[in-house]
Each structure stands twice: as C-alpha cells, then as structure tokens.
C-alpha cells in the first residue's frame, strides 16, 4: 500500500507564538486614543483576520466613520507600536511544543508551510528563529482575501507542491478553521473546543503532538472519503 503523504501548513499567531497579546495591546491603545474601549470576546473576533478588516470591525464597535485615508493612517499607525513590540520579541515567546514539532517534522521530510495573515510574519520568524523551519511562506503580503477565505492555504498547499487533501492546517482562530475546511483541508484546532467549531482534532498547544498522529489523521479522512 502506497504511504500516506502529509504536509503541515501552520497559522502563525497564536498557534506557533503568541503575538495575539501585542495585537490587542496597539489596537487597544488606538481605540482608547478615539474614546472608546473593546472587550476580551470582541478581541477574539479579530484573530486571523487581516489588518484593515480588524480597524473596520474595531471602528464599528465604536460607532465611528472615517475615510478610506484617515483608516490607512490609523493602520499604520497600529502598525508602527506593534512592530516596537514585535521587534523585542525572541526565540523564548515560541508557544510550547511548536519548535519540537516543526523540527520532527523536518526530520521525517514532511513538508511545512506557513499560512498566517500578517504583513509582519517574515520580521516575527526572523525574531523567534524559526525562518528555517519553513519550505514555503503564504502571508498577508502574497493573498489578496482574508481568512476565512481558503486563498491562503491552498496557495501554501499549491507552493509546497501537494494536494489540499494531504494538508493539515493547524489554526487558533474561527476564521481561519473556516479557510482550511473550505480549502479542503484536515484542521488541528489550537484552543477551545467552543471557539473552534469543526476541527478534526483540538489541542491546548502543540506539545506531545506526533508525526504519527498526523499521518493517522489523514489515513483516516483519506479512508472515509473513499469509503
Ligand atoms: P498584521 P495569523 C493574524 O495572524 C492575526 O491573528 C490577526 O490578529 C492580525 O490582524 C493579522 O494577522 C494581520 O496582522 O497587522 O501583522 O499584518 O493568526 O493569521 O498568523
Ligand atoms: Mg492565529
């Protein structure tokens, strides 16, 4: 019998280190710089969700209007204290487990992927040492839609040269579970069960997780398709 192929394609924040942290800090401050103030449950809201959707959201929730210009200033702006805290980051804000994992993966040959909405994905790697880690790289900077939409795993499936079908995606947040079920993909939920609807398998964080455990994983979504 042929062997199971797998590739793993991995969000970045929350699942690989948790930048989630310094997102809420820089958008906290600019709600609060315009008089208003957003809650822990609307913060959960915005992760994956790209940049500019994440001010439209945060903007509605403060009852406030403002031109496509003034948005691009006040994302940049949001921008600029992210990247000072960002650019402090270090090799000991990866998550638990996520370095063993990747560094297993690579050991058997499995390919790996990055599938992650930021812009600042290549500065974040670099930072916490794991840029070597990664066969191919799919961020903010080379999709065109924004999670839940699949454009970015399938574009991490289609550069690491493999089938949606053979792609675990490993995800923290609702809307990117969405992308990787609609990319057709298997999804490890990273979290809560009740925050992650429709995932394969949820896990706290990636300590303890096996190979083999994700070559079981596909076998058996390969077995019920086929069944
Ligand atoms: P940036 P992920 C996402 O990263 C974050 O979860 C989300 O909160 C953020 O708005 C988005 O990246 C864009 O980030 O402003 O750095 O381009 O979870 O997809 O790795
Ligand atoms: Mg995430």
């Known amino acids: 019998m042929k062997d199971t192929t797998i590739a793993c394609i991995f969000d970045l924040d929350g699942v690989l280190v948790d930048t989630a942290v310094y997102h809420y ?19 959960e809201q915005l992760k994956g969700v790209n940049r500019m959707r994440s001010l439209d959201m945060i903007l509605n929730w403060g009852g406030i209007t403002k031109t496509d210009a003034e948005k691009e200033e006040l994302a940049t702006l949001k921008n600029t204290w992210y990247v000072d805290m960002i650019n402090k980051m270090s090799a000991t804000e ?3 487990g996520s370095a063993d994992l990747l560094q297993a993966l690579k050991d058997h040959g499995v390919k790996i992927a990055l599938g992650s909405a930021s812009k600042n994905s290549g500065l974040i790697l670099e930072r916490t040492n794991l840029t070597h880690f990664f066969d191919a790289i799919v961020d903010g900077n080379s999709v065109t839609t924004s999670k839940p939409d699949p454009e970015v795993f399938l574009k991490g499936a289609e550069m690491l040269d493999t089938a949606p079908q053979n792609c675990i995606v490993f995800e ?11 990319a057709g993909m298997a999804v490890v939920g990273v979290g809560e069960a009740e925050n992650l609807p429709g995932t394969d398998l949820i896990i706290k964080d990636l300590s303890g997780v096996t190979v083999a455990q994700l070559i079981a994983l596909i076998k058996s979504k390969t077995e019920k398709r086929t069944a």
């Open 94 to 96: 990866v998550l638990p």
């Open 25 to 43: 800090q820089a958008w906290k401050k600019l709600a609060n710089s315009m008089g208003f103030d957003f809650s822990h449950a609307q913060n």
């Open 172 to 182: 923290d947040a609702a809307a990117g579970v969405q992308a990787a079920i609609a």
